[in-house]
Structures are given as structure tokens and as C-alpha cells.
């Protein structure tokens, strides 16, 4: 089993800034690609930035230049950074992550619960 962990998620003013934390947990080799993705009520889930092992991040056009995304191998945990937050980044945020098992074989794709992020106008 593989867990993900979400915190970080909060209410804060347009402009602001605030940073999501994923870590994750359980009997696995390694985690390989994470991500972040969005969503709010009566519409589809959307990828908001992803990030390879490596270190490789691609974004959403809606927040390039606004948010970051890394990760620390070691404690086995993905960051969003986000600043200069609007009131349509207002969503629940989930990070995902697929685990590799010690056969070298196995993957497992997870998510977390989510956490809730508010933009205030």
C-alpha cells in the first residue's frame, strides 16, 4: 500500500502565497513521476504541474510563472509552491504519485485526500 499525505492548504488573499507539501508513505521501491492536480465542484480534475524523478517539471499555461514544483527524493515528499495566488486557483488540490515496488515491476498509482485551497478577492 501506498499512502499521500497532503498539507499545506488554506485560505490567503489574492496575491498571496501559499506551499503544498505531499509526502508519501508505505512498502515501496521508489516514487517515479508526481503531480499536482486541481478541482472544483461540477467540473473535471486538472493537471496543474507534474515532475519526474529527475527533477523535469512541466505546468499548466494557467499557472506558469506562478507556480513551482519539486521535490525531494529522500524524504519522498512533491512542493507546489504558489504565489501570486488569483481567486480561480481556488480548488481542491491532490497530489498523485506512482510507486515502483522492490520487484522492479510492480507500480502503483496513488492519490491523497486533497487539501482545500481559497483565494479570497
Known amino acids: 500500500q501506498v499512502q499521500l499525505l497532503e498539507s499545506g492548504g488554506g485560505l490567503v488573499q489574492a496575491g498571496g502565497s501559499l506551499r503544498l507539501s505531499c509526502a508519501a508513505s508505505g512498502r515501496f521501491f521508489r516514487i517515479n513521476d508526481m503531480a499536482w492536480y486541481r478541482q472544483v465542484p461540477g467540473k473535471q480534475r486538472e493537471l496543474v504541474a507534474g515532475i519526474t524523478r529527475a527533477g523535469n517539471a512541466n505546468y499548466v499555461d494557467a499557472v506558469k510563472g506562478r507556480f513551482t514544483i519539486s521535490r525531494d527524493n529522500a524524504k519522498k515528499t512533491v512542493y507546489l509552491q504558489m504565489n501570486s495566488l488569483k481567486p480561480e486557483d481556488s480548488a481542491t488540490y491532490y497530489c498523485?504519485?506512482?510507486?515502483?515496488?522492490?520487484?522492479?515491476?510492480?507500480?502503483?498509482?496513488?492519490w491523497g485526500q486533497g487539501t482545500q485551497v481559497t483565494v479570497s478577492s
Open positions: 498523485t504519485g506512482e510507486a515502483l515496488f522492490p520487484d522492479g515491476l510492480r507500480t502503483q498509482t496513488s
